[in-house]
């Protein structure tokens, strides 16, 4: 099962705004939306960001999803240092009847 | 509070078996479908297998179908993941997930290894 491609890493300076994509194809992303998960080193996932783009409880407002056709966006604004972390996208396939997860993208904030 | 507890991982040889289990807590366990995902060493995440909530469906990933068998026991509030066949690029931390990824366990480790 392919997966959804996400750029390897992303580099940004404190404060600043990263946008990570997420590139699937019509029956995932264009289909059904991403969500988008947050995962610190030896720790379990989180969900920051359900498909339809909206954030649970307690995650903050600096993160934004968003969708355009099949690539769905994670938006980071005023980046902090705990923002290091690998994040990752995820998608129902309505074709293959599974979930597809993104390949994953390491942030770091300089 | 809403917790999954996995446990079940350990050391098992190749072509061995392993029964993992995910105990939850704090919510109504029958209302949402239960997920399967692993991270190998050093890896990005894959979905391994869900389970629907009250529909009985069932869903694998090609890289586990006809091995793995899911299943849940809502009177017990537990997910149950049964690993047949054991390779050794099954090597992973397990994780039991709620719905849409909204909850995770903290995970359980499965190393098949001679």
């Known amino acids: 099962q392919a997966g959804l491609t996400q750029p390897p890493s992303v580099s940004k300076g404190l404060r600043q705004t990263a946008t990570l994509t997420c590139t699937g194809n019509?029956?995932?992303?264009?289909?059904?939306?991403a969500a988008w998960l947050q995962q610190y080193q030896g720790h379990p996932p989180r969900l920051l960001s359900s498909?339809?783009?909206n954030r649970p409880s307690g995650i903050s407002e600096r993160f934004s999803a968003s969708r355009s056709g099949d690539t769905a966006s994670l938006t980071i604004t005023g980046l902090q240092p705990e923002d290091e972390a690998d994040y990752y996208c995820?998608?129902?396939?309505?074709?293959?009847?599974?979930?597809?997860f993104g390949t994953g993208t390491k942030v770091t904030v300089l | 509070e809403v917790q999954l507890v996995e446990s079940g991982g350990g050391l098992v040889k190749p072509g061995g078996s392993l029964r993992l289990s995910c105990e939850a807590s704090?919510?109504?366990?029958?209302?949402?479908?239960m997920n399967w995902v692993r991270q190998a060493p050093g890896k990005g995440l894959e979905w391994v297998s869900s389970?629907?909530?009250?529909?009985?469906?069932?869903f694998y990933a090609d890289s586990v179908k006809g091995r793995f068998t899911i299943s849940r026991d809502n009177a017990k509030n537990s997910l149950y993941l049964q690993m047949n066949s054991l390779r050794v690029e099954d090597t992973a931390v397990y994780y039991c997930?709620?719905?849409?990824?909204?909850?995770w366990g903290q995970g359980t480790l499965v190393n098949v290894s001679s």
């Open positions: 997930a709620r719905g849409v990824f909204d909850t």
């Open positions: 704090g919510f109504t366990f029958s209302d949402y479908g």
């Open positions: 389970y629907s909530g009250t529909s009985n469906y069932i």
């Open positions: 019509s029956n995932n992303v264009g289909n059904q939306g």
């Open positions: 498909r339809n783009n």
């Open positions: 995820s998608a129902w396939d309505s074709s293959l009847s599974t979930y597809v």
